[in-house]
């Protein structure tokens, strides 16, 4: 790869599939929208989905909803800006459950969310409807329609995932991680549709947490088969910045499975998904015997600008891999 | 009566049962909590309660919680103080339905009974639990946890109670009331203790409006046989002001379905269930004929203290027909 090639414009022609997870991967997926608008389609995560308070909860489409539509609290990482917190102060009043925080606003896609589940509509429909009434352009869409449940193994027990993530904090070590449902697990037509269209260009693994959250939407056999084989340029984000990650227990998990902490290891985890890896300016990877293109760029995303510009590299980067195929 | 007996202590010997539906009727229960403690048992109203975006409402029973708590609004007449609003406004942004207003800190009892409700929980030992959360001396039940719903016909067609009553504003003319389910509704052993009790003193007929708060309790054929063969004095409080109802559409609902605007109706409209009648110093009664006897006072509740002299009026009457009777 050239180092210039940021320079020109992506090629913004056709269609593009984010797989994405929580809020790193977010924040790429709105840089990608600022640019290709109704021409992403990104599948999220639904392996951190679960049932709280009589509610169904999906945190990572939560997450793209809420970022997509700049809804999103800034600082706080989740949740929506200008929250408030009334309805867990009366919660604890009324003694139920409080160790998972959810806002008075954020409240409303959550009871929302299960009504229509509860009538019958599919989690891929009212995702669909949610994105629009908030003037999301992209296509948001899960992973599913079918239950699949991410589930951590520590030293402590077989953990659902919140309970791992939220309740305690990523503190125990991960002996292993499993998907519960994933054997049955079937995509959607509208995956389906978006990975197999004529007009797709290009499929873009978000710097999510490849374990928890990327690996939930691979246990997906038949999702996973449309991957491998695509007919388009695939590439992946390093979530691994200068050997640390910028949020959430990617580090920690890899050490505790004993991964090297690397991009090479990201490569290898996404073998035969993937045709190039972006990695950051901070790391260096060797890619003899690798089976992927390699693009170095600033990987870290603080605000609108640096999220537009790892999209405009990303995107550059199929580009480059595309003429390259032909 | 003599009209001194106000002057003396109330008898606070025993129990009480008071019915009760929303606002008018918890403010007086929350007068006869302050002189009874634990010793009043309220049975609440369910008539009007609805499922609505999924959650589980019982706008009585929330409405009296609250008053007995001190955690209602008293300038707004419902709901909680101190309230926000914006899980509704998240709700209008999604494109839910926002016809019902549902406060932030109001929200965690109406998911948490949900909750609860769907987890096997009887309404009432649910209600027991959140009352006791609460720190409310009373015994707060609702009238039966079978489905019972008040239905409103109108010229416009049969309406739900809360559409009638909050959507509708109670615009539409009452034709006729009727309570879906009352036929099959059977009363808890809960009530069953507390109105056969051999302690029991007293049953109260709170200020709530007849038609649309109490009538649903007394269609339940199992509850309204243990008020008829009652063994203590039964007393209502008329809902009546001067020809007026302090609040509500009793007054309009009486002139609908043709029935005078004094307390004479009331008396008749109880007729069997009641020996006396609390009229207000503003009304007069002719008692020739009438098969109650009728105490007249002040029955206008502004504040706490207008509310406990109310319920000490009350007690002193119940007292003055325990007398008469052994």
């Not at 797989?19 to 977010?26: D, E, K, M, P, T």
């Not at 679960?50 to 509610?55: E, N, Q, S």
């Not at 919140?162 to 503190?171: D, N, P, T």
């Not at 015997?289 to 603080?302: P, Q, R």
């Amino acid at each position: 790869m050239s180092p210039d090639m940021t320079a020109g414009d992506p090629p913004v022609h056709g269609e593009f599939v984010a797989l994405c997870g929580g809020v790193g991967g977010a924040k790429l997926a709105l840089g990608l929208q600022h640019i290709l608008g109704q021409k992403l389609t990104v599948v999220v995560n639904i392996g951190d989905d679960f049932d709280h308070l009589g509610l169904h909860i999906c945190p990572d489409i939560d997450t793209v909803l809420y970022t997509l539509s700049s809804l999103s609290d800034q600082s706080r990482g989740w949740g929506r800006a200008d929250e408030t917190w009334h309805f867990m102060e009366a919660m604890k009043g009324l003694g139920g459950e409080t160790w998972f925080q959810l806002g008075d606003r954020d409240l409303a896609l959550h009871v929302e969310r299960t009504r229509r589940l509860r009538s019958g509509e599919s989690l891929t429909d009212l995702t669909a409807a949610f994105a629009k009434q908030l003037g999301i352009r992209a296509q948001i869409y899960p992973a599913s329609d079918d239950v699949l449940r991410t589930m951590v193994h520590t030293p402590d027990g077989v953990l659902e995932f919140q309970r791992y993530f939220v309740e305690r904090r990523c503190e125990p070590k991960v002996k292993r991680i499993d998907f519960q449902g994933a054997a049955q697990a079937q995509t959607t037509p509208a995956v389906e549709r978006a990975l197999s269209s004529e007009t797709l260009s290009g499929i873009i693994i978000c710097p999510s947490n490849p374990y928890l959250s990327i690996d939930p939407i691979l246990a997906i056999e038949p999702l996973k088969d449309l991957l491998e084989s695509r007919r388009v340029p695939s590439i992946a984000i390093s979530p691994i910045i200068g050997g640390k990650a910028v949020k959430g227990p990617t580090v920690k998990i890899m050490m505790e499975l004993g991964i090297g902490v690397t991009p090479r290891s990201i490569a290898h985890h996404y073998a035969g998904l993937i045709d190039g890896l972006v990695i950051d300016d901070q790391d260096a990877m060797d890619t003899e015997g690798a089976d992927v293109e390699v693009f170095t760029t600033d990987t870290l995303m603080i605000d609108l600008d640096t999220r537009v510009n790892l999209a405009r590299s990303v995107l550059a980067f199929i580009g480059e891999l595309s003429s390259a195929k032909s």
